[in-house]
């Protein structure tokens, strides 16, 4: 179904919403260039990217039927303490080359906004993960009106040679519940814990000894196209990388496969089995580079930051995101414990 909201009939343009992607959508989505002014990517298989979403809308300003801007918002409920909210995750935003700079995106937001604040349940939310060194998603951000936000460092873990564990298997159906419950002990002092509703079991890896599920992970495999890093390193990698005979054949940078590491199972004590999955991992999906994301709060995060060795590039490659939240009828005792306490990000939330 598509839908107008808005129609500027003197410039031709029109503002739509749909539950599907156009092929123009799709077109420039596929083309746009992710990241900030030191990384730079794009996404590729934008296609079964978009088919993660849980509810998606697609809201598109055109003008003589030609689409210049777009956003991708997914519909989706996350807890805030016992109060199940509402939510609008803002996944993504991309506008045609020729036409940036005019403040297209800032006339879409504004009757996104608008549609959203009208159909929302109450108590409710928007949010996105805004990169803070991105000069658009700051603005985005400015836009969008969020009250509450939280640093999300972006942590490379990294392995050239990442090992096989025999102590490392798919999830069983079995073993579901007992990742779910330690998953829930785990992140009970987290707010937007929504495990129950993002833990893809078809995507789950535990590692197990003596009968006992120690460690656990979500990892979804991301495939990128890299057009800059960071830093001396990046510059290396980018310059000489392909030249590197050998080396070239294990990471490709035109279609680098990236585990992004989810609904993180990992109890005190069980670190080193922890990293030994996720090292697993990496081998049986044929990758060299997984992605964590955990707010800087986290105790969890601490904890591993401490126990354990990310690799080479977790170092030469750092960045962050901010996860900025826009409350909508929502009580100050909710919007505290949104401020105050660690923030979980959803395995199911689209990056």
């Given at each position: ?25 799709l ?104 990169e ?39 999830i ?13 002990r ?8 929504d ?18 599920v ?53 109890p ?59 409350t ?20 199911a939330?689209?990056?």
């Amino acid at each position: 179904m598509t839908e107008v909201l808005w129609r500027d009939a003197a410039k031709d343009r029109v503002i739509t919403r749909s539950d599907v992607p156009s092929e123009q959508t799709l077109a420039l989505l596929n083309a746009t260039v992710w990241g900030s002014r030191d990384t730079r990517y794009r996404i590729l298989g934008v296609s079964s990217k978009l088919q993660r979403l849980r509810e998606p809308s697609y809201f598109v300003l055109s003008e003589e039927n030609e689409e210049l801007c777009v956003f991708v918002l997914d519909r989706c409920s996350k807890p805030v303490g016992s109060t199940m909210c509402e939510a609008y995750h803002f996944a993504m935003a991309a506008t045609v080359g020729h036409r940036r700079n005019e403040g297209l995106a800032s006339i879409l937001i504004k009757h996104i906004r608008r549609y959203c604040e009208a159909t929302m349940a109450k108590p409710g939310f928007g949010f996105g993960y805004v990169e803070a060194t991105t000069e658009f998603s700051l603005r985005l951000s400015e836009h969008v009106g969020h009250g509450i936000e939280a640093d999300i460092p972006l942590l490379l873990f990294t392995r050239l040679f990442p090992r096989e564990d025999s102590h490392v298997r798919m999830i069983a159906e079995g073993e579901v519940d007992e990742l779910l419950s330690g998953l829930k002990r785990l992140y009970g002092d987290h707010e937007l814990v929504d495990i129950d509703k993002s833990l893809n079991a078809n995507e789950c890896f535990v590692y197990r000894r003596d009968g006992a599920v120690l460690a656990g992970v979500q990892a979804e495999v991301l495939t990128w196209s890299i057009d800059a890093l960071p830093g001396m390193i990046g510059a290396i990698l980018l310059g000489a990388l392909p030249r590197m005979c050998g080396l070239n054949r294990l990471i490709d940078l035109r279609n680098l496969r990236i585990l992004r590491f989810g609904n993180l199972l990992v109890p005190i004590g069980s670190e080193t089995e922890f990293f030994a999955l996720l090292s697993a991992c990496l081998a049986r999906h044929d990758a060299h580079i997984g992605l964590v994301m955990l707010d800087r709060r986290s105790p969890v995060l601490a904890r591993l930051q401490s126990c354990g060795r990310f690799g080479l590039l977790s170092k030469a490659v750092k960045g962050s995101v901010k996860l900025c939240i826009d409350t909508v009828g929502l009580e100050a005792s909710l919007a505290a414990r949104l401020a105050n306490r660690p923030l979980h990000v959803s395995a199911a939330d689209v990056f």
